[in-house]
C-alpha cells in the first residue's frame, strides 16, 4: 500500500436544535458525522431519525485555521448514502451547502455534526460551543490513525479536557498516525 500523509480538514456541523430546559445533552443522539459519497453528496449519518427538512446547520472547517460555513438538510434517507462503510444503525440525511465558496470533496474531509441551538464561536482559529450549558465549551478534534480518522468532542482542551463523543471514519487508504491514545481509548 501507498503511505499518503493525509491532512484532514473536518468540518463540525451546528444546526438549529431546540434545546430542553432541564434535560441533559444527549452526545450520542445530536452529534454525528457527515463526508461526501463517490455521487458527489453531502451525507449526514447521525443517530437521530428525527431531523427535519430544512433544517439549518453550520458547518466549521477542521483545519489549522477553523472557520465557518452554513448548510441544510434536503432529505432524510432510506438507505446509507455514506462512503464509510462503518455506519452501524444510524439515520442518514442528504445536506445542501449554502456557501459556493467552500467545496467538500469526496475522501477530502469527514465532519462532526452536532445539533444545537447554541451559537458557535471561533476564537484563535478554533471552533468551540457550550453544548450541554454546564458554563464548560466543548472543542473539536480530528486525528489519523492507520487507515482513518478519529474524530472526537472534547469539554475543554482536546486531550487534556473529558472526551464526550468519538467516531472513528475509515478511509480505506494508509496515512501518517498522528492520533495520541486518549484520542481513542474509552
Known sequence: MNLIKFSAAAIILCASFAHTQGKSFDFESRVGVVDVNERGEKCLIISNAALSKGAAITLIV???LQSVIHA???????R???????????????LQLDDKAFQMNQR????IAVLTATRVVVRRAKASVDLDND?????????????GIHLTVWTG????GKRRWHFYYYLGYDVVPSCKRKDWEP
Do not use: H, W
Open 80 to 94: 446509507s448514502c455514506s462512503y464509510n462503510p462503518d455506519t452501524n444503525d444510524a439515520s442518514f440525511y442528504s
Open 72 to 78: 441544510t438538510i434536503k432529505e432524510k434517507l432510506g
Open 135 to 147: 458554563g464548560r465549551r466543548e472543542f473539536f478534534r480530528d486525528c489519523t490513525s492507520n487507515e
Open 157 to 160: 482542551t482536546p486531550l487534556r
Open 62 to 64: 477542521l483545519s489549522n
Open 108 to 111: 477530502q474531509a469527514a465532519a
